[in-house]
């Protein structure tokens, strides 16, 4: 029995997981069938276009006017290439409509109010970031749309305008907030005029409320939230000026609170933690970061130290989502003290934590089975053995980060070994890692005993038989479902840790080797050979760096690599239009192509253009990050010397069926 024996009915249902222009591009040139089921109004009651910038009306009025009745989401976010037009036929056209998504185009006010008064049954509605709507016509959106469920607010206003009329504004903000009593999800993220006096009435039934970046709430606003929202499940206060003042009375009258976001909120210590984690016992996923050491500030921003965490552990034991990104007080205690207490953690964020060490891996390891995504990144301490055992321990782990870990380096995630009383590699003490003692573990130092011990004597040599394999029990290696991996500017990682990479991690889509100089062609091959799902690689590289690469890891792509979709490299200097030019004609599924052009590099900016062109057809060249000498100096754009600068240019292929 194959796919084309499936009734129409079950087709339909598994055609409604493709996009809209694979309806078009690939069901409708397969077969007869698929072609007439590609029209049925099942798959075209979702229209989802955000962030097609090419979308015009000529596209986008055809399926209003064919499909308009059964049509009960729109999202087309970004596409300002709709016009008032298009907007008119959306009202027209669609009187089923439930869920509407207008941010970021250039929609007006008078056609945003025939909508909400032609579409009634929206109960969904996000207006971020429209311009053009004036404050005046979202005074309409309580009498128009009774049912409105979910809203997202207009977040700029004419700097003049709303200082000429701000008791206007707030007035029309306060009614809008006090009539939508079906109101359950707002989001004012980034609102200029969002302040105390718009949440005096506040809304009773509203459990998610996002205020990130709304600078104008205070410590008093959010009282009066807090007390006339006591339904409140979700908050985001996130970069604003709320102090611990603020949190306990969040805690105090939010008792049911499982999402809380005050990330780089730098009036926020551990007391205002603490008096959360008190009252709030479901809290379930809390973001409390500041800014990482890489982002070139002199100190940390995250006052979040290990009392809080400790408390956490104590009070949250359902916690199952922590960040705590560039707080430089949380250390291995802290870590440890959640990973106990909290056995459903499932996403833990410590970047740029310097004092995180492999002693938070095995923690990890031992308590935390449920772990979905890891971030360590700038965790300068972490070594490959601690990692080591994590992957052979956490067999649900999917998203890993683990940039600038210097001392990642023989990275071996497909040895799973278990430790025994008579190895010969346990006579290092069992309390190696300072301050702590783990009985029965693994440790970084005996784990690389071991390895070295594979190593010198080799697996099917008579010492390791008489020494280790007695001794040290194969596990059963489940697989790896990992499907993110980042190791950028991890300056010790080579081919042989890529190699264990690409045998234990098959199911990767996802690959950042951004500096990793050390890597050649034979890693990337064992990439391409084991890695068949990988849709995005970044191979670039900095300035100061000279990567190893060369055509033979295009070729090795091009030839096995068949879900690949996009490709960085970036200030790679071993490629040639030949090897572009093949990888061009033989990975048609490639979408995003990085290249620098110039000096260092054997492409020359026009030529690769060219040879790209004849391959792939019509494609969109963007220079990225290019000398401005031609916009200060006019008179050099004839200068041979300006024709040979470098250039970082990303080309966009847009889709095409390959049928």
């Known amino acids: 029995m194959s796919i084309y024996d499936l009734s129409d009915p079950l087709l339909l249902q598994i055609f409604q997981f493709l996009d809209h222009r694979d309806v078009c591009l690939a069901l409708r040139q397969t077969c007869q069938q698929w072609y007439r089921l590609s029209y049925d109004f099942t798959l075209w009651r979702r229209l989802h276009f955000s962030g097609f910038s090419q979308l015009r009306n000529e596209h986008f009025l055809p399926l209003l006017h064919y499909y308009g009745d059964s049509i009960q989401e729109i999202d087309i976010s970004g596409c300002r290439g709709i016009d008032g037009l298009g907007f008119n036929a959306i009202s027209e056209h669609c009187k089923s409509l439930r869920k509407l998504n207008l941010s970021n185009t250039y929609i007006a006010g008078e056609a945003f109010l025939k909508i909400c008064e032609e579409c009634p049954k929206i109960k969904e509605l996000n207006i971020f970031d429209c311009q053009f709507i004036s404050y005046k016509v979202l005074s309409s959106i309580p009498t128009c749309l009774q049912g409105l469920r979910k809203l997202s607010m207009l977040n700029r206003l004419d700097p003049l305008q709303y200082v000429l009329n701000r008791s206007s504004v707030i007035s029309v903000y306060q009614s809008l907030i006090k009539n939508c009593k079906e109101l359950v999800e707002l989001d004012c993220k980034a609102s200029d005029f969002v302040e105390d006096d718009i949440f005096a009435d506040g809304i009773a039934n509203l459990h998610t409320l996002n205020l990130s970046h709304c600078t104008g709430v205070s410590d008093e606003g959010i009282q009066s939230i807090a007390v006339s929202c006591s339904a409140l499940r979700h908050l985001n206060i996130s970069h604003t000026y709320i102090s611990n003042r603020g949190m306990e009375v969040i805690s105090r009258c939010c008792k049911r609170l499982t999402h809380l976001n005050v990330s780089d909120c730098r009036n926020v210590t551990d007391i205002g933690v603490c008096v959360v984690a008190h009252n709030c016992h479901e809290l379930r996923h809390l973001d409390v970061h500041g800014e990482s050491w890489m982002a070139l500030r002199p100190h940390s921003t995250g006052n979040i130290t290990d009392v809080a965490l400790k408390v956490l552990a104590s009070w ?256 790679g200097v071993c490629f040639s239009e030949k090897g572009i030019g093949q990888l061009m004609n033989r990975r048609w599924s490639l979408r995003e192509l990085c290249l620098t052009t110039g000096t260092r590099t054997k492409l020359d900016a026009e030529v690769i253009c060219r040879a790209i062109m004849a391959a792939r057809g019509d494609c969109i060249g963007k220079i990225q990050a290019e000398m401005d000498c031609q916009l200060r100096w006019p008179s050099l754009s004839s200068s041979p010397g300006v024709a040979t600068m470098e250039r970082n240019i990303l080309f966009k292929f847009p889709r095409k069926s390959c049928v």
């Open 316 to 571: 949250c034991p359902s916690l199952e989502y922590l960040d705590t990104t560039g707080c430089w007080g949380v250390t291995d205690d802290g870590v440890r003290a959640i990973t106990t207490a909290c056995k459903n953690l499932r996403h833990l964020e410590v970047r740029g934590c310097l004092s995180i060490s492999d002693q938070s891996l095995l923690s990890l390891a031992d308590n935390s089975r449920e772990l979905r995504s890891l971030n360590i990144s700038e965790c300068v301490k972490v070594t490959s053995a601690g990692l080591n055992l994590l992957m052979t321990k956490c067999t649900k782990l999917k998203f890993l980060k683990a940039e600038t870990c210097h001392y990642l380096a023989n990275l071996r995630l497909s040895c799973q070994v278990q430790h025994s009383v008579g190895c010969s590699c346990s006579q290092l003490p069992a309390k190696d890692v300072q301050g702590s003692s783990f009985t029965g573990q693994i440790f970084p130092k005996t784990l690389e005993r071991h390895f070295q011990c594979i190593d010198e004597a080799g697996p099917s040599s008579s010492s390791f038989q008489a020494q280790c394999r007695p001794k040290v029990v194969k596990c059963t290696i489940t697989p790896c479902v990992l499907s993110h991996l980042d190791l950028s500017f991890c300056s010790n990682v080579a081919d042989d840790s890529i190699q264990q990479v690409a045998s234990f991690c098959r199911q990767l889509t996802y690959l950042s080797l951004m500096g990793c100089y050390l890597v050649t062609d034979k890693g990337i091959g064992h990439i391409a050979k084991h890695c068949k799902l990988l849709e995005h690689l970044n191979l670039s590289c900095s300035r100061t760096q000279r990567s190893k690469l060369t055509d033979q890891t295009l070729a090795e792509l091009a030839g096995a690599c068949h879900a690949l979709k996009h490709l960085n490299l970036y200030n």
